[in-house]
């Protein structure tokens, strides 16, 4: 995810932004036991203890390693234990893994932190160079990734608990206080332009800056309710094999899906596990943690689409969004000019464009200032365990 760009931010901004943005990620641990941090109760979900080791990783090796002399690691062993997915760098602990090692402990990876931010100040005190700025501006957004991520993998893994945890009494994030929009928004079609423009900072799916031709459409200006959903549940939906894409049959019935991710029929009342506890189904707010099977067998069913990306971002001020991350009807597949990056940062993006399906937005768990218009997601067509929802159009 490396800006082709320089990105508009001083050195004194970047140190100030880092500092924050770090220590919101210890915010979010507070409510947290220690042995919260460890279990991975599937491979998709990463432990909270990896995931904040991780992005301190990611400052260390392509940081630190690289731009302050004398610079001495923390511990060499996590150069194995925390990198992720960047063959550049060497091996790696398999994913599916992480959950399993006790050490190092908890405490010990906040000093891991520590250590790390203290170098950092170093760095930022010393003065950047234009490539160290890039890199320092991908770790901040790479820690807001991950922010979003300790939040939907914690949540997984407490739903995998009988005893139904409670991370905090007010985070819920799938209740929407303010009312949605209705109807269609008719966007007339023509060429348009799509992808980053400016001089701040975006990652390089974004880019190139390109045009595309978009027939006359309509999409909704609100998200697909819960109580769409459920009339979708009670028509027979999950049991309509003409909704289904041939994969996501499949899907349903190799791992019976019959709801939504953390939703429960009890004795008639549709519930859900949240991070807030378990707490009834509300009719009004948008549908979440939806897959994009269900999504694309929730559009047929209505006799309607799912937006392509280029039409969302087409139509994007038409409507309100950030409360859900959308699936749309696109292939993450490369931008015209899309070039991959030299070094472990190549490894980013470009490698993922394959057999996945572009989201738009935003979700309520996302990080206060990631996001934007042109912004990426994606993921495979049968997750649901982040806060993914639907928007129609026609």
Same mark, same amino acid.
Request: charge should be negative.
């Given at each position: 995810?490396?800006?082709?760009?320089?990105?508009?931010?001083?050195?004194?901004?970047?140190?100030?932004?880092?500092?924050?943005?770090?220590?919101?990620?210890?915010?979010?641990?507070?409510?947290?036991?220690?042995?919260?941090?460890?279990?991975?109760?599937?491979?998709?979900?990463?432990?909270?203890?990896?995931?904040?080791?991780?992005?301190?990783?990611?400052?260390? +090796?392509?940081?630190?390693?690289?731009?302050?002399?004398?610079?001495?690691?923390?511990?060499?062993?996590?150069?194995?234990?925390?990198?992720?997915?960047?063959?550049?760098?060497?091996?790696?602990?398999?994913?599916?893994?992480?959950?399993?090692?006790?050490?190092?402990?908890?405490?010990?990876?906040?000093? @891991?932190?520590?250590?790390?931010?203290?170098?950092?100040?170093?760095?930022?005190?010393?003065?950047?160079? !234009?490539?160290?700025?890039?890199?320092?501006?991908?770790? &901040?957004?790479? +820690?807001?990734?991950?922010?979003?991520?300790?939040?939907?993998?914690?949540?997984?893994?407490?739903?995998?608990?009988?005893?139904?945890?409670?991370?905090?009494?007010?985070?819920?994030?799938?209740?929407?206080?303010?009312?949605?929009?209705?109807?269609?928004?008719? &966007?007339?079609?023509?060429?348009?332009?799509?992808?980053?423009?400016?001089?701040?900072?975006?990652?390089?799916?974004?880019?190139?800056?390109?045009?595309?031709?978009?027939?006359?459409?309509?999409?909704?200006?609100?998200?697909?309710?819960?109580?769409?959903?459920?009339?979708?549940? +009670?028509?027979?939906?999950?049991?309509?094999?003409?909704?289904?894409?041939?994969?996501?049959?499949?899907?349903? !019935?190799?791992?019976?899906?019959?709801?939504?991710?953390?939703?429960?029929?009890?004795?008639?009342?549709?519930?859900?596990?949240?991070?807030?506890?378990? !707490?009834?189904?509300?009719?009004?707010?948008?549908?979440?943690?939806?897959?994009?099977?269900?999504?694309?067998?929730?559009?047929?069913?209505?006799?309607? !689409?799912?937006?392509?990306?280029?039409?969302?971002?087409?139509?994007?001020?038409?409507?309100?969004?950030?409360?859900?991350?959308?699936?749309?009807?696109?292939?993450?597949?490369? @931008?015209?000019?899309?070039?991959?990056?030299?070094?472990?940062?190549?490894?980013?993006?470009?490698?993922?464009?394959?057999?996945?399906?572009?989201?738009?937005?935003?979700?309520?768990?996302?990080?206060?200032?990631?996001?934007?218009?042109? @912004?990426?997601?994606?993921?495979?067509?049968?997750?649901?365990?982040?806060?993914?929802?639907?928007?129609?159009?026609?």
């Amino acid at each position: 995810m490396q800006p082709t760009q320089s990105t508009t931010a001083t050195a004194s901004e970047l140190a100030k932004k880092y500092r924050e943005v770090r220590a919101c990620t210890e915010r979010l641990c507070d409510p947290l036991e220690t042995e919260d941090y460890v279990p991975q109760p599937v491979e998709d979900v990463s432990p909270v203890r990896w995931n904040i080791a991780h992005t301190t990783w990611f400052f260390e +090796e392509m940081v630190l390693s690289n731009f302050l002399e004398g610079y001495k690691v923390f511990d060499p062993a996590y150069r194995f234990l925390f990198n992720s997915y960047y063959n550049s760098i060497g091996e790696r602990t398999v994913r599916n893994k992480r959950g399993d090692l006790s050490r190092p402990t908890v405490g010990e990876i906040f000093e @891991y932190r520590a250590h790390v931010d203290s170098a950092m100040n170093e760095v930022f005190g010393r003065g950047l160079t !234009r490539d160290a700025e890039y890199l320092v501006e991908l770790g &901040i957004n790479h +820690e807001q990734q991950h922010q979003e991520l300790l939040l939907t993998d914690l949540k997984y893994t407490f739903s995998m608990n009988p005893l139904a945890p409670v991370y905090k009494n007010d985070v819920i994030l799938v209740e929407e206080e303010a009312p949605q929009e209705r109807g269609f928004a008719e &966007i007339e079609g023509g060429i348009r332009e799509i992808g980053y423009e400016g001089d701040g900072f975006c990652f390089d799916n974004e880019l190139t800056r390109h045009k595309v031709f978009l027939g006359d459409f309509s999409i909704a200006r609100g998200l697909v309710t819960n109580a769409d959903f459920i009339e979708f549940i +009670e028509d027979g939906g999950y049991g309509d094999f003409r909704l289904w894409h041939s994969e996501g049959w499949d899907w349903v !019935r190799g791992n019976d899906v019959t709801a939504p991710l953390y939703w429960n029929n009890r004795s008639g009342e549709w519930n859900q596990f949240t991070l807030g506890g378990i !707490r009834a189904v509300r009719p009004k707010d948008p549908v979440c943690h939806i897959s994009f099977y269900e999504a694309s067998a929730f559009a047929v069913w209505k006799a309607k !689409r799912l937006p392509t990306e280029f039409e969302w971002e087409a139509a994007c001020e038409d409507f309100g969004w950030g409360r859900r991350w959308e699936w749309t009807n696109s292939a993450y597949l490369p @931008y015209p000019g899309f070039k991959v990056a030299d070094g472990a940062v190549g490894e980013y993006n470009g490698k993922f464009m394959v057999n996945q399906i572009v989201l738009r937005g935003a979700s309520a768990a996302t990080s206060k200032g990631h996001s934007r218009t042109s @912004y990426r997601n994606f993921f495979h067509p049968h997750l649901r365990w982040q806060f993914t929802g639907i928007r129609l159009a026609d």
